[in-house]
C-alpha cells in the first residue's frame, strides 16, 4: 500500500501538484487521488515515473513509499471513475 503521507509530502517539497503529476503520468486526477489514497494500486511504469520527477533514487526510500505495511488509509471525497 502507498504512504499518502510520505508521497504528499515529496510532492510538496519538490514544488509537485496533482495536476502536475497526474498530466506526468498521463491519468486523470481524480485517478491519482485515488491511487494516492490507496484505493486503487500504482503501476510499475507509474512508480518508476513518480520516482524520477520526485527525485526518489534508493530503493529502500521507494519501497517506505510504495510497498508500505500498516499505513493508516485517509478517506477523501474524490470523484468516482
Not at 494500486?41 to 513518480?50: A, D, M, T, V
Request: proline share 1%; hydrophobic share 35%; with cysteine.
Amino acid at each position: 500500500m502507498t504512504d499518502e503521507k510520505k508521497l504528499r509530502t515529496i510532492m510538496k517539497e519538490t514544488g509537485n501538484d496533482m495536476e502536475k503529476l497526474a498530466e506526468y503520468l498521463a491519468i486523470s486526477d481524480c485517478l491519482l487521488e485515488k491511487k494516492l489514497n490507496g484505493d486503487r494500486e500504482f503501476s510499475g511504469y507509474e512508480i518508476e515515473r513518480l520516482c524520477s520527477i520526485l527525485c526518489v533514487a534508493e530503493t529502500k526510500d521507494r519501497n517506505q513509499i510504495f510497498f508500505a505495511q500498516n499505513v493508516e488509509k485517509t478517506p477523501t471525497n474524490y470523484c468516482i471513475l
